[in-house]
């Protein structure tokens, strides 16, 4: 069974700039979950994905926004970073509408 | 909205010990799920435990065990026999009908040799 996987591991981008994070949902899992976790805090909710639809949103500005593909895995893109952007972002997947979420490793943004 | 708090910043305890951690959590919903995760320093976020919330009996899961209190909404983590590679952030979440974790802030436990 795989796991989740995300890419890529460090990012360093500029303010302004835009960026795409990747991220491979565990084998039989059709749901997805970003999560921002700013340094020292606990995670917050992006939003979620099932059979490539947005299914709930968290307080995040539409500058946030993802996909899923047909093959479950999904990307978050991020436009017009701010420096408040910087953090570790992850994934999560789970089975349709299954409670119990497993995370990815996490993928560290740096905006300067 | 739910709300989950985490009033213990920091704990230690010595190796072979036992130790809890402190969760309680706001909700209006009555069919919920509550989690412990740990996140070591490699940063990956590891589910420890699960609870659901219409069972009375209180997860185990080896050495790690719950105190489930729906009606007091409180939900506390018991790690027994303490071990060095448990040295981590455990953080507690909570999951209600629309399946997104809400996150309390965080405990940072150190065991000590």
């Known amino acids: ?112 | 909205a739910q709300t989950v708090t985490q009033s213990q910043p920091e704990m230690s305890v010595q190796e072979a010990e036992t130790v809890t951690l402190s969760c309680t959590y706001d909700t209006s919903e009555n069919n919920y799920y509550l989690f412990w995760y740990k996140q070591p320093p490699s940063r990956q976020m590891i589910l420890v435990i699960r609870q659901e919330a219409y069972k009375q009996q209180n997860a185990t899961e080896n050495r790690f065990s719950v105190n489930f209190q729906k009606a007091a909404k409180s939900f506390s983590l018991k790690i027994s026999d303490s071990q060095l590679g448990d040295t981590a952030m455990y953080f507690c979440a909570f999951a209600g009908s629309a399946r997104q974790l809400t996150f309390g802030s965080g405990t940072q436990l150190t065991v000590l040799p």
Not at chain 1, 8 to 15: E, N
Not at chain 1, 20 to 29: A, I, K, M, P, V
Not at chain 1, 50 to 72: A, D, K
Not at chain 1, 93 to 109: C, I, V
């Open chain 1, 1 to 112: 069974e795989t796991g989740v996987t995300q890419s890529p591991t460090h990012l360093i981008k500029t303010r302004g700039q835009q960026v795409t994070l990747r991220c491979s949902s565990q084998s039989g899992h059709n749901t997805v979950s970003w999560y921002q976790q700013a340094l020292g805090q606990g995670p917050q909710f992006i939003f979620q994905y099932y059979r490539e639809e947005e299914n709930g949103r968290g307080n995040f500005p539409p500058r946030f926004s993802g996909l899923q593909f047909p093959n479950y895995s999904s990307e978050l893109n991020v436009n017009a970073l701010e420096l408040d952007d910087s953090a570790l972002y992850l994934c999560a997947s789970s089975f349709g509408q299954g409670a119990e979420q497993y995370f990815g490793p996490g993928t560290r943004l740096t905006v300067t």
